[in-house]
């Protein structure tokens, strides 16, 4: 099979669910096949508002979304395929299933359907750092890489307006990019310490650009009543944020999607983990990852000097 592949440009598609850290760590496997086949035509089912990461950064051709009404027909017992999904899946050379799949229903509509072949892997990482396992699948392609970290790089079409961003914030500089939030408060450290964080970064000249998302309300009303001064990054899609993180000179943050993008786009990261499995997800990247663990996975007891330590603030 793999010699087949190697013969011509091959058409890849990847299935891929889940969060943004969970697309991330898998975005070695899009490294892999294109560093394998340049050539290669790589497609994404997912979730478009994440998986364009892979597009703009020329690792993939084109995102479908998984929430299209008509994707349900791959989940359930004998199912009737449109002649477009007929034809768009035997299109494929080899199909990628990342999705939850613990009976192999998706794969056998996918086999029905008529996939040349599929490779599963599952998105329940069951031994060791999530990244070397997703990678697992390609070992039937021998590939066999395990040390792959994200990599997601943009062209200067959409870093030019990455680094504007931080202009029309005042920022001159490549400041440090700080986000207190993850989407779960149990992960993370307590928003008055990553103001003094802030306070002692800027009190050294260091500029300081916060990062804020829907979910990081209680820490923005903080954030306003503490350093009501401070330049923030919000309402962006994760294309426009990582392009501008891309122009940042450093990162913390919690246990979240957006400190594995963080790595993922070469910044040196601290990330900030609690009650979450380190060994399993902390972020990888190419700028390197100092992961601060809080004692006993309480966030509450990870102490401001640790944090500075790693930032280099005296």
Known sequence: MSEAIRSHAPRFLILRGGAIGDFIATLPVLQALRAQWPEACIDIWGYPHIAELAVAS??????????????????????????????????????FNYLHDPVGQVRSNLLLA???????????IKRGHAIP??????????????????????????????????????????????????????????????????????EGGREVVAILGEADAAEAAALARELPE???????????????????????????GITHLAAAVGLPVVALFGPSDADTWAPRGRGGVQVLRAPEGELERLAVSAV???????
């Open 58 to 95: 020329g690792l993939a051709q084109s995102v479908v979304s998984l929430d299209r009404a008509e994707m349900a027909r791959f989940f359930v017992p004998e199912p009737s395929f449109t002649d477009a999904q007929v034809a768009a899946i035997r299109s494929f050379d080899l199909v």
């Open 114 to 124: 008529g996939a040349k072949q599929v490779l599963s892997g599952s998105p329940i």
């Open 133 to 202: 396992f997703l990678l697992e699948p390609l070992q039937a392609l021998a590939i066999y890489e395990t040390d792959l970290v994200p990599s997601l790089d943009f062209p200067e079409t959409l870093r030019a307006p990455g680094r504007e961003r931080l202009r029309s914030r005042g920022l001159r500089g490549k400041p440090v990019a700080v986000h207190p939030g993850s989407g779960s408060s149990a992960k993370n450290w307590p928003v008055e310490r990553y103001v003094e964080i802030a306070r002692r970064l800027r």
């Open 230 to 256: 401070l330049p923030v990054l919000q309402g962006l899609s994760l294309v426009e944020l990582a392009a501008t993180l891309a122009e940042c000179g450093a990162f913390l943050g919690n246990d979240s």
């Open 308 to 314: 500075r330590d790693a930032l280099g603030i005296p």
